[in-house]
């Protein structure tokens, strides 16, 4: 009565039965549906992620409201502010004095004020009028916006004047015409929804799993299962195939969203995106993995999991901010990220294509994290206590 | 399979292994323990806790690696393959991974397939699994909705699923009522007997030895005496005597006495009657038994045991130490005023009724015993008498009020200690008492007060600043006992307070437990330990929520069907009882 | 009195438990100043290194010297001039590149000429953010670039200039949003789950029933369990708004009073919404999961990410009773604008009203549980 044996087993390391792994993944399916926490993480945090992400993020500054100073209402000044609100992105509302400017500033009832001093006329007609665009500052990188619109509501007035005819341009000008390449319309959800990808993935893949593996050391379920025939390397498949394909459902689920809710194109392959997915998801799983068995606490597994993969997800992997300009002692703990990998590539395959060259070097990144966070998980998770 | 090797199943030569126990200190769980496992035979590892019989069975199963010494079993080098054993051993770990979320079925086919199994085998298995453990009615219910005696059969069943050439049991009683135990144990010698399986069993119920072929004794994880259980209890030879107490005196008094004199090692009631051990002939103050009827008695295991202990542990444990002394106004006396009174009592979760129409009286100064089988309703009663739960219907007072609705200032005459240990485990013994008292409002010098005074009662001096997760199981319990009685309450109530305790930590909680009670301290006590409702003044026994019988223990003794020739104990009582109201149901 | 005495030794022991163990007392610190200076230097849309390519068809004088504006910007690093534009294409598609800059072949000529010369920049829109940024720092140099021509061709300066200026952030960093942000977000998510775990624990390892047999009442375990909480939470805060001071030296403006009185509510109603998650659930696994549900949409819609008023109107209506969005608000204006309690009751008035919410509903779990 050798079940270690059989022809199937051939393509099996070391003497694994297949029978012995698609029971322990039954096991664990049923484990995940009937666990209404582990249900929330893989199903309901995902819709809700997605619904934020689709609808209440956004890194588009549209209509900010400005304060308009008008001194001294002059018809110069007045086609300014009117060059200033017919931008379409930037709102005005016109006082006059710095006072009162100032304290809708305060309240925070503009993002910024646009202050034309009483001689402005004058200076007009000598040269070099000052015009003062103040930003409100504490949102930087909103500020920042703000005032690119602002100087480029300045110059194509500027310019206008300058086509009626009603002073200067001997000296040439340069002109930037920009072209943004696989997002003409700058739509910030063009890279949200590939970053949501990675969250949901880290979620899954790391926090779940992290929980799973830890849970089974803290209810002493492993003590009975490790004197049994069952090999270590079974347990890890039967943990990772369920998490695999929650983790895929919800790949799924967010680029069908992104596709038909959001409008992101899926420029590359979708076997490509399968692909490259299944990676990162398998990093994933066995980082979540490894954690777990080497605290073997619910509590501080979570704790890890939390901060060394969920959070660098969100901020360390290039998603939101540009790893080519953080420290470099941060940059190189950011190599040591899966995340960085999958950001990079998802990026690429949702909006720039099959690009091969940035495709492969993430994709081996990936599988040698996977390798070596297997390993030490198989090292890690012995069939022995203590 | 290849014949078998004759000789012994498992030997094991000086295995010994040490734990690191934090700040450099090392525990030694086992030290040079040579032992041999015979075939086909039940063999017990007695010992109190912490005597290293988790550790023995966790390397049989090449769970741990011993730090020096080697063990074969099934004639395998346990270092060598540890996986050619474990595919042909069952083990049944202490707190079983029964996986809760899934059914009983589940659970069987989960173990049927890493097992490898084949379907024809199982159709035969299966049933006579289900026969075997009684659960064919609930194979579809989930693993942690199944009371803690069938949790423990399914264990069994779920190790059982293909014949084992080996098993190991680790403490598979604990926290199970006698029915279920005695259930347990059927199962066990059928298949001794029936497949010729070899079994190793740890337990700490004494009286479970005597069902063993062979035994052998585990202490400070040295080995202190092998051999058959006849073997062992003749240690005790000439050694154990019966005595009859006098009218004057409660028997758990005499019982108490007996303990504290220097010469005895045990004293246990058996009814009206003290059975008590000597340590050496003539060793007894006969000043003490003048005027009584000394008996001599054929030595129990049980006698032989706590000989073999106290030689070893010696004046460490110092039974007069147990005595609790209170401080002396609260030394009342008893008296016939009713402290507790519950009247048609119900308890209904949906369709199911936990109590039905439940109605007893405790008076002052009485021990007041709940028993009953698992789920049968005793921790809901508990529970409702301490506050925790509302009732469905009936009335209930305690100390004159109901405490689920009265003031929170009402639940300081009362003391509680939960089924299972209850404490912060990560404070120091100091902190929790320091919380508790807080808890109840004291303050000042009266608190310093009862801190020290329940260092010193209760022997906890020395681990005043471990954390409580980390002491000797009976020491939980005694800490457990003390921060219950920080504020001097009227009445304690203590659920299954004995379970997981080994024996002689049992036997220091009934003294104390005793000495409240003759200074007025009303207790009621919930217990799976038959012996132990000895000790109660009387008791109600609970099956599926009602009340089956009430009285004295002499008065419950009387109910018990004897076939053999002894006297009836309250463990024989309590199975006619049972089994006559399931009769009944069944019938109905 | 016996009702403070009992509370008093529920908080001590509170306190114990969490600070006595050397573990979890590095767990309460230790990963809040590791996330701090991660992301302190980690989450910042500033950028300091553009990899850019050149494709100048023209060769001149003139775009010689106008990328030498770039390369001399600091923030620009050119890795490649190309001599075809076919090799744009690959470039961009590999990341080795942000941008390429194209200048085309009349370009002295145009601007000599007292014409407009256009440059093309082809952008990576991968993350549109940063290519955005790079683009506004484009246009900030083209600018400077045009007045020096101007100027050195003998022109007339400008009618009008634009004198850009910033308040409250002078050089717009990034980071002195992003770290003073850190104080409430990071806060968040320590008390809801320490909240939350402390309640859980005492329930799966029974003492919460000796709990409720001792004479506590209710509203006694309540105020026992949010006070350490609170503790805690004010100490962590502390010491983010320690790095964030003396680390990162952003200038703090405002008044240490206001600002511990604006985080002594926030963590109020953070505590609030840990003891319902604690009321919700039986296990600690629940708890951590719960928590990290509710934590998770209070993060991201908490203004720090994105702003809120890109946000559309429903939305931001919704983070109304985001306790996340208040505290940082307030953070940020007391922090960096300086704003005393006048200007900062708008966002005040709504966390104590969110406060007293939580807590209340918190009682109301709390005791429907226990009856």
Redesign the interface.
Request: charged share 20%.
């Given at each position: 009565?050798n079940?270690?044996s059989g022809p199937e087993e051939a393509t099996l390391p070391r003497g694994m039965?297949p029978?012995?792994i698609?029971?322990?993944i039954?096991?664990e399916m049923?484990?995940i549906v009937?666990?209404?926490?582990?249900i929330?993480?893989a199903l309901?945090?995902p819709v809700?992620?997605i619904l934020?992400?689709g609808?209440?993020?956004?890194?588009?500054?549209?209509q900010?409201p400005l304060a308009i100073v008008l001194e001294r209402p002059t018809p110069d000044a007045a086609d300014?502010a009117a060059g200033f609100m017919r931008s379409g992105y930037l709102t005005g509302i016109v006082v006059t004095s710095m006072k009162e400017a100032t304290e809708l500033?305060?309240?925070?009832k503009v993002?910024g004020i646009l202050h034309l001093r009483e001689d402005?006329g004058r200076?007009?007609?000598s040269?070099?009028?000052?015009?003062?665009?103040?930003?409100?500052?504490?949102?930087?990188?909103?500020?920042?916006?703000i005032?690119?619109y602002?100087?480029?509501a300045?110059?194509l007035w500027?310019a206008r004047?300058s086509s009626n005819g009603?002073?200067?341009?001997?000296?040439?000008?340069?002109?930037?015409?920009?072209?943004?390449?696989?997002?003409?319309a700058?739509?910030?959800r063009?890279?949200l929804v590939p970053g949501l990808v990675v969250l949901i993935m880290t979620l899954t893949g790391a926090?779940l799993t992290a929980?799973v593996m830890a849970?089974?050391w803290e209810?002493?379920?492993?003590?009975?299962?490790?004197?049994?025939?069952?090999?270590t390397g079974e347990i890890l498949i039967g943990k990772t195939v369920p998490y695999f394909l929650l983790g895929m459902a919800g790949l799924l689920l967010t680029a069908a969203a992104g596709r038909f809710l959001f409008d992101v194109p899926l420029r590359g392959s979708f076997l490509v995106l399968l692909g490259g997915s299944a990676l990162y998801l398998l990093v994933a799983l066995a980082i979540g993995l490894f954690i777990s068995s080497a605290t073997r606490s619910?509590?501080?597994a979570?704790?890890i999991a939390?901060?060394a993969t969920f959070?660098?997800a969100l901020?360390?992997s290039?998603f939101?901010?540009?790893?080519?300009?953080?420290?470099q002692?941060?940059r190189v703990?950011?190599y040591f990220l899966p995340a960085r990998y999958y950001v990079?590539f998802l990026?690429?395959v949702f909006?720039?294509?099959d690009?091969w060259?940035?495709i492969l070097p993430n994709c081996a990144a990936m599988v040698v994290m996977m390798a070596v966070f297997f390993k030490l998980t198989l090292r890690k998770t012995k069939?022995?206590?203590? | 399979m290849t014949a078998q090797p004759e000789g012994p199943v498992l030997s094991a030569r000086s295995l010994t292994k040490r734990f690191k126990s934090g700040k450099g200190k090392e525990i030694t769980a086992l030290d040079a323990v040579s032992i041999d496992i015979p075939r086909s035979a039940v063999t017990g590892l007695l010992g109190p806790d912490g005597a290293g019989k988790t550790t023995l069975i966790r390397i049989a199963t090449g769970l741990l690696v011993p730090d020096s010494g080697s063990i074969r079993v099934l004639g395998i080098d346990l270092a060598a393959h540890p996986g050619e054993v474990q595919s042909r051993a069952g083990y049944m770990p202490q707190k079983f991974g029964l996986y809760e979320d899934l059914t009983v079925q589940e659970n069987l086919d989960l173990y049927a397939d890493l097992h490898g199994i084949p379907k024809e085998e199982r159709s035969k298995r299966y049933p006579e699994l289900m026969h075997m453990t009684g659960l064919g009615r609930f194979t579809d219910r989930l693993a942690g909705r199944l009371s803690g005696g069938m949790k423990q059969k399914l264990g069994l069943a779920c190790t059982l699923v293909r014949s084992p050439d080996i098993l190991f049991l680790d403490e598979p009683t604990v926290g199970v009522d006698p029915l279920s135990r005695r259930e347990l144990w059927e199962i066990v010698y059928r298949l001794v007997k029936e497949q010729g399986l070899t079994v190793l069993v740890s337990t700490s119920y004494l009286d479970e030895a005597e069902k063993c072929d062979t035994t052998v004794v585990l202490l400070q994880g040295k080995v202190l005496a092998q051999g058959s259980p006849s073997e062992i209890s003749s240690i005790a030879e000439g050694r154990s005597f019966r005595i009859s107490t006098p009218e004057t005196l409660k028997p758990r008094q005499l019982q108490a006495r007996l303990m504290e004199a220097p010469g005895v090692v045990d004293a246990t009631l058996e009814g009206r009657l003290v059975r008590f051990v000597e340590s050496d002939p003539g060793e007894l103050d006969p000043a003490l038994l003048r005027g009584l009827t000394v008996t001599p008695v054929r030595p129990r295991f049980e006698d032989a045991f706590m000989t073999l202990v106290r030689r070893t542990e010696g004046k460490e444990r110092d039974p007069s130490e147990a005595r609790v002394r209170l401080s002396p106004d609260q030394a009342a006396g008893v008296s016939s005023e009713l402290v507790v009174e519950v009247r048609d009592l119900v308890k209904r979760f949906g369709a199911f009724y936990a109590v039905r129409d439940v109605t007893f009286q405790v008076r002052r100064g009485e021990i007041f015993g709940l028993l009953g089988p698992n789920g049968a309703g005793k921790s809901t009663t508990f529970r409702m008498l301490c506050g925790l739960l509302q009732a469905t219907g009936g009335t209930l007072s305690v100390a004159g009020v109901d405490l689920h609705h009265a003031r929170a200032s009402a639940r300081q005459r009362i003391g509680y200690v939960a089924q299972k240990f209850s404490l912060y485990g990560q404070l120091s013994v100091l902190e929790n008492l320091d919380f508790f008292s807080g808890a109840y409002g004291l303050r000042g010098g009266n608190k310093k007060e009862r801190m020290q005074w329940a260092l010193e009662q209760f022997g906890l001096a020395q681990y005043s600043g471990s954390p409580a997760g980390q002491l000797p199981g009976g020491f939980k319990q005694r800490l457990a006992m003390a921060c219950a009685l920080m504020h001097e309450p009227e009445i304690l109530f203590l659920d299954e307070p004995t379970s997981g305790v080994d024996p002689l930590a049992r036997r220091e909680f009934w003294h104390r437990i005793g000495s409240l009670a003759d200074l007025g301290v009303t207790v009621i006590v919930t217990t799976h330990f038959m012996e132990e409702a000895e000790y109660c003044d009387r008791m109600v026994i609970m099956v599926d929520g009602e009340i089956l019988a009430a009285g004295s223990p002499a008065e419950i003794r009387g109910r018990a069907r004897m076939t053999e020739d002894r006297e009836p104990t309250i463990e024989d009582a309590f199975i006619s009882i049972v089994e006559d109201y399931r009769q009944e149901r069944r019938a109905a | 009195m016996e009702s403070l005495r009992r509370i008093r030794a529920l908080i001590r022991k509170e306190l114990l438990a969490v600070l006595k163990d050397p573990k979890s007392r590095f767990i309460m610190i230790g990963p809040l100043v590791f996330q701090t200076l991660i992301f302190g230097y980690a989450a910042t849309y500033d950028l300091d290194r553009v990899r850019y390519a050149v494709h100048d068809q023209d060769r001149s004088n003139a775009s010689r010297q106008f990328l030498a504006k770039l390369d001399g910007s600091g923030t620009f690093a050119r890795i490649a001039n190309l001599h075809d534009q076919k090799e744009i294409r690959a470039l961009i598609d590999n990341k080795e590149v942000l941008l390429v800059v194209q200048i085309g072949q009349d370009f002295e000529r145009r601007l000599i000429g007292g014409q407009i010369a256009d440059v093309q920049v082809i952008s990576d829109g991968r993350n549109s953010n940063t290519a955005g940024t790079a683009l506004a720092y484009i246009g900030t140099i083209v600018e400077s670039f045009n007045a020096e021509w101007t100027r050195s061709r003998g022109g007339l300066p400008p009618p009008a200039k634009a004198v850009p200026r910033s308040w409250y952030n002078p050089n717009l960093e990034t980071r002195w949003f992003m770290v003073p942000g850190l104080i409430g977000m990071l806060t968040l998510v320590q008390m809801i789950i320490l909240t939350a775990m402390s309640v859980a624990r005492e329930r799966e390892q029974g003492t919460f029933d000796q709990l409720l047999v001792s004479p506590f009442r209710p509203m006694e375990i309540m105020v026992g369990k949010s006070v350490p909480s609170i503790l805690i939470g004010l100490v962590q805060s502390t010491i983010v708004l320690c790095i964030a001071l003396f680390w990162f030296r952003i200038p703090f403006q405002g008044s240490f009073v206001t600002l511990y009185c604006g985080m002594l509510l926030f963590l109020i109603a953070a505590v609030g919404i840990g003891l319902m998650v604690s009321s919700a659930v039986a296990t600690m696994q629940q708890a951590l999961l719960g928590g990290f549900l509710i934590i998770m949409p209070f993060a991201l819609l908490s203004g720090l990410s994105t702003p809120i008023s890109n946000m559309p109107q429903a939305m931001q209506y919704l983070t109304l009773i985001n306790p996340l969005r208040f505290a940082i608000a307030i953070v940020h204006r007391i922090f960096l604008e300086g704003a005393p309690l006048r200007v900062i009751a708008p966002d005040l008035w709504p966390l104590a009203l969110i406060a007293l919410a939580s807590l209340s509903i918190a009682v109301m779990l709390f005791r429907k549980r226990l009856g």
């Open positions: 009565m079940t270690d039965s029978h012995r698609r029971s322990l039954r096991k049923l484990q009937r666990d209404p926490s582990s929330a993480i309901v945090l809700f992620l934020i992400f609808y209440a993020l956004s890194l588009d500054v549209k900010a300014l500033m305060i309240e925070r993002d402005f200076g007009l007609s040269g070099g009028a000052p015009v003062q665009v103040i930003v409100h500052g504490v949102d930087a990188n909103r500020a920042r916006i005032q690119s602002a100087a480029g300045f110059s500027m004047r009603n002073a200067q341009g001997s000296a040439g000008q340069v002109r930037v015409q920009s072209r943004m390449w696989f997002n003409e700058v739509d910030s063009y890279f926090l929980l849970r089974e209810r002493g379920t492993l003590e009975a299962l490790f004197v049994t025939p069952v090999r619910q509590f501080i979570s704790q939390l901060v959070l660098p901020f360390l290039g939101l901010f540009d790893l080519a300009s953080v420290p002692a941060v703990v950011s990079s990026q690429t909006l720039a294509g690009v060259g940035v069939k022995r206590l203590a | - | -």
